[in-house]
């Protein structure tokens, strides 16, 4: 049974930072790029950060270049994703998700978590 777990959302303060955490069973994750996603309040869900298989690749929404950092543990079946400088535009249900493919867009990801509500207050 696939599954993709997250964690470690919640309420912080502008400026703070949050690290989420997903962790994928049920698959071969080696065999899979993953990628976060955000659904903000009464908008659609948007693409946030990607990384390859091997971790060696990653490609960020221009909103988060330089504030959220994506990485895998490949051994721990992990994948991260580090929020610094958060703002409260960064406020949303994030979802992490796996796709065979390094890809952008949410239809070409087969596996979707649940998804963890991240708010940050001004």
């Known amino acids: 049974q696939v599954q993709l777990v997250e964690s470690g959302g919640g309420l912080e303060q502008a400026g703070g930072s949050l690290r989420l955490s997903c962790a994928a069973s049920g698959f071969t994750f080696t065999n899979y790029s993953m990628g976060w996603f955000r659904q903000p309040p009464e908008k659609e869900r948007e693409f946030i950060a990607t990384?390859?298989?091997?971790?060696?690749?990653?490609y960020y929404k221009n909103s988060v270049k330089g504030r959220f950092t994506i990485s895998r543990d490949n051994a721990k079946n992990t994948v991260d994703l580090q929020m610094n400088s958060l703002n409260p535009e960064d406020t949303a249900v994030y979802y992490c998700a796996a796709s065979t493919k390094y890809t952008i867009i949410a239809a070409q990801y087969d596996y979707w978590g649940q998804g963890t509500q991240v708010t940050v207050s001004s």
């Open positions: 990384i390859t298989w091997a971790g060696t690749d990653t």
